[in-house]
């Protein structure tokens, strides 16, 4: 569970403040969940059998001993949400950010907590929305300098074509359950379709003759993702992978996953479907659902910041100690005449030369000076800090006009 220091979280905002612009254009709405939520909330939807519920929930009894966990994704709580406010019947463009509690073997890109950026569309059927979730993903990727990745999609069917095939490569693998390694095995009894996400050479080679989703989806499924691959192919490294099953049980229909060859073993910085059964099996009305959620440590891994410039910078610099306090109303009056100029005060702490020095290392490009003469003629320096010696006496009014146009 990593800390993030100011230094790392430049390229959060960076990374937040591209993403909001584009929910904007998008005319997607922010959506906030609690963190803890009751344990059976996942049990039911994400699956018992998954990896998240099964081995990775931080789950706990409360003083009333009701069994309460934090959470391990958004999905679910939106729903939640939506079900617990009566409104499924309405249409919802949603997003959310925050951070996910996996107890999982931290390694690099993996850890047990780490913070997501869904998005979720609600009441849209199969169609467009694939469309415009995945232009989404292609402009945030794009937005951020991310283009040397891959999308993998694929298409899950309803829930009969998922149990059908579910069914099948249970009876094609049960003759072969001793050529699997431990793990797949395991996964053979507890939950048959995350073999296929296996990572052993056996299992591989195995699975090569094993049934394929393509056998058991509608002809119109299948039509319906070589038309998405179609349209995105020239915008993007988009493939259909036969074995993407995603580790959530609630997906039906397309899924998808970016991954990045940058990242090392933990490849997937976003992964998304659509999961229209979910609502229901939560107790609520029927109602289409599809998103995506990004995993934010791994795709600030990824980003570019060729387009980030940082905001100007003034030092505020009081060369003599027994006056600071009175300065601060000086400080005030600028900042409040232009709030996106960064006015960095050392609090009279040293020299004037070593308050510069700070501004130099700080990369002002400008200092404001003032010392007991000045303040007694209500007057201020303002030196430039790019040019060798440049600087000019000001009256305080002269000052914040001049600081205002900067
Ligand atoms: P997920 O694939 O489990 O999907 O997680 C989405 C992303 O979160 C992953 O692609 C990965 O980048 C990141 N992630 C997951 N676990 C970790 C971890 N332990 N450490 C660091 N990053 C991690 C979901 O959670 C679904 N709720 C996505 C979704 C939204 N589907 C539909 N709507």
């Excluded at 913070?115 to 609600?122: D, N, P, R």
């Excluded at 467009?128 to 993903?137: G, K, T």
């Excluded at 020299?351 to 490009?365: H, V």
């Excluded at 200092?367 to 030196?383: D, F, P, S």
Aim: aromatic share 8%.
């Amino acid at each position: 569970m990593p800390d993030l220091f100011p230094e790392d979280l430049k390229r959060w905002h960076y990374f937040e403040s591209k993403l909001t612009n584009i929910f904007n254009a998008f005319s997607v709405e922010e959506i906030r969940t609690p963190l803890l939520e009751s344990t059976e909330l996942f049990s039911r939807s994400v699956g018992n059998s998954s990896d998240i519920v099964n081995k990775e929930l931080y789950s706990f009894l409360d003083r009333n001993k009701e069994s309460i966990c934090l959470r391990p994704e958004g999905s679910a709580s939106v729903i939640r949400a939506i079900i617990q406010k009566k409104q499924e019947h309405e249409k919802h463009k949603l997003w959310y950010q925050g951070p996910m509690f996996r107890y999982e073997r931290p390694q690099k890109g993996r850890f047990r907590q780490f913070h997501q950026i869904g998005v979720e569309y609600l009441g849209f059927q199969e169609g467009v929305s694939e469309y415009e979730l995945i232009s989404m993903v292609l402009q945030i990727n794009q937005s951020i300098g991310i283009s040397d990745y891959t999308l993998k999609i694929n298409h899950l069917g309803d829930a009969n074509a998922k149990e059908s095939f579910c069914k099948s490569l249970v009876s094609f693998l049960e003759p072969h359950v001793n050529e699997l390694h431990e793990k797949d095995q395991t996964r053979l009894s507890s939950n048959p379709l995350r073999v296929l996400d296996s990572k052993e050479e056996s299992t591989i080679e195995l699975l090569k003759n094993a049934p394929k989703f393509e056998d058991f989806i509608s002809m119109d499924s299948k039509l319906f993702l070589e038309g998405l691959v179609s349209a995105f192919k020239d915008q993007c490294n988009i493939q259909i992978d036969q074995s993407l099953v995603r580790g959530l049980d609630y997906y039906t229909g397309i899924v998808f996953e970016a991954v990045s060859n940058e990242l090392g073993a933990q490849d997937a910085f976003l992964g998304g479907g659509r999961y229209d059964n979910l609502s229901k099996q939560l107790g609520g009305k029927d109602m289409h659902s599809i998103g995506f959620a990004i995993g934010a440590e791994r795709i600030i891994e990824l980003l570019n910041m060729d387009g980030f410039s940082e905001k100007i910078k003034v030092g505020f610099i009081v060369s003599e100690q027994h006056i600071n306090q009175k300065t601060y109303k000086i400080a005030n009056d600028l900042r409040l005449a232009n709030s996106g100029i960064i006015l960095e005060t050392f609090l009279s702490d040293g020299s004037m030369k070593s308050q510069l020095r700070k501004a130099n290392k700080r990369r002002c490009s400008h200092a404001i000076i003032i010392g007991e003469e000045e303040l007694k003629n209500n007057q201020a320096i303002l030196k430039d800090l790019s040019k060798e010696g440049g600087q000019e006496l000001l009256s305080l009014q002269d000052l914040i006009n001049q600081y205002t146009s900067l």
